[in-house]
């Protein structure tokens, strides 16, 4: 699989994860919980998007 290269479809992606975030942060979770879930959604966008390689 490629990378992400379309800036609307990145964008969108960021703006999404974004607004993950703020449900995450504003959830009744653990602030470790939250950090987790945060941290694995940012490691995949940014690995859609070519920033990283696993």
């Not at 964008?11 to 942060?25: A, G, H």
Request: hydrophobic share 30%.
């Amino acid at each position: 699989m490629g990378t992400l290269r379309d800036r609307q479809v990145v964008d969108y992606i960021r703006q999404e994860f974004e607004r993950y975030c703020e449900l995450v942060n504003a959830s009744d979770r653990k602030p470790t919980t939250k950090t987790t879930y945060i941290q694995h959604a940012d490691r995949f966008v940014r690995w859609l998007t070519g920033e990283i390689e696993i």
